[in-house]
Nanobody
Framework: QVQLVESGGGLVQAGASLRLSCAASGPFDMAWFRQAPGKEREFVAAIRWSPGILYYSDSVKGRFTISRDNAENTVYLRMNSLKPEDTAVYHC???????????????????WGQGTQVTVSS
């Protein structure tokens, strides 16, 4: 069993920044998804175990940065220029690293964190 531990959410004003953290051990591909009230869970960003290829949704590209420190077994999501539309519960997800998968599909991930709330006010 793989246990994911998330942290870093909070309440901020538009334009502020937050950094989310997820404690996990490899070799796993890692991703962040979010779900707002009344909406489906959506892909945010992903990073492969090896090589460290990055993937972003169009809505966060240029504002969010996903990174990992394999030696520290930690995955990060740095969120800059936050907007009210970014308000959601953010979940860390992990999957055993294999080729030829769609990293933006939640069904391709095996393990999930408990979620951390991000709220952005106007």
């Amino acid at each position: 069993q793989v246990q994911l531990v998330e942290s870093g959410g909070g309440l901020v004003q538009a334009g502020a920044s937050l950094r989310l953290s997820c404690a996990a051990s490899g070799p796993f591909d890692m991703a962040w998804f979010r779900q707002a009230p009344g909406k489906e869970r959506e892909f945010v960003a992903a990073i492969r175990w090896s090589p460290g290829i990055l993937y972003y949704s169009d809505s966060v590209k240029g504002r969010f940065t996903i990174s990992r420190d394999n030696a520290e077994n930690t995955v990060y999501l740095r969120m800059n220029s936050l907007k009210p539309e970014d308000t959601a519960v953010y979940h860390c997800a992990a999957r055993r690293s294999t080729p030829n998968v769609n990293y933006a599909l939640a069904r391709n991930y095996d393990y999930w964190g408990q979620g951390t709330q991000v709220t952005v006010s106007s």
